[in-house]
C-alpha cells in the first residue's frame, strides 16, 4: 500500500506511539506504519492526522484513535495466524477496514450511511485493495449470505452484541467490539465462539465509541 513518502516518518513515529500504548503485536503495528492516516482525514484536519487521537469525518461520526483501533485488532488476532474472513460494522472512512485488509484473507465491511460508504469508497479506491469489499447496508444484520466469519469488529457501542453476528461468527472465530455498560462508560469485550451454542466472553479497556444504531440513512 503506497502513500504520500514525506508522510513515512510520521506513520512510523506513530506506530511508536500506539507501542507505547501497549500494543505489542507487530503485524499491528506494523499496519499502523504501513496505512497512509492523513488519506481519510479531512483537508483542513491533514496536520492532526498522526497524533493518537479521534478526529470528526461529519454525519457525527469519527475515526478512531489509532491506539484503540490497534489494541482492537490485536485482541481479535491470533498470534501467528490471519485474521481469515472479517466483517467490519461500522465502515466510517475506511482507515479501520485499509489496517484490516493489510492482516485478513478477506474483508467485508459495511457501513449504514450512505455519504460516509461514498467516502470510503473514494478513499480506498486509489489503493486497489484486492481482498476488501465495501457494502452499504446496516451492519447490525450482519452479511449472513457470506457468513460464517472467522473475525468481526464492530465500530460503535451498542448494549450488547446482536443476535445476528453471534450466529455469522465461526466456532473458533472471534468478535471484538465496544458494549455500554451506562450512559457514560464502555468497554471493550471479546467474544469467542467455542462450539455451535457456547461462547467465551471477556471484558478489557475502557473505550468511547459512536451508539451502534439499525438501519439505513
Known sequence: MKGAERFAGQRAA????????????????????TVPRHVFIEPGLVEQAYEDSSLPIGHQQTISKPSVVARMIELLHKPKHSLGKVLEVGTGCGYQAAILSLMAKEVYSIERIRPLHDLARSKLRPFRIHNLRLIYGDGIRGLPEIAPFDSIILAAAGL??????????????????????????????????????????????????????????
Not at 163 to 188: F, K, W
Open 160 to 217: 450488547g452484541i446482536p443476535d445476528p453476528l453471534l450466529d455469522q461468527l465461526a466456532i473458533g472465530g472471534r468478535l471484538i467490539a465496544p458494549v455500554s455498560r451506562s450512559e457514560t462508560e464502555q468497554q471493550l469485550l471479546l467474544i469467542e465462539r467455542l462450539s455451535s451454542q457456547r461462547y467465551q466472553r471477556t471484558t478489557f479497556d475502557a473505550v468511547f465509541f459512536v451508539p451502534l444504531q439499525s438501519g439505513v440513512i
Open 14 to 33: 506513530l506506530a511508536g506511539k500506539v507501542a507505547k500504548s501497549g500494543v505489542k503485536d507487530s503485524e499491528v503495528l506494523q499496519a499502523i506504519a
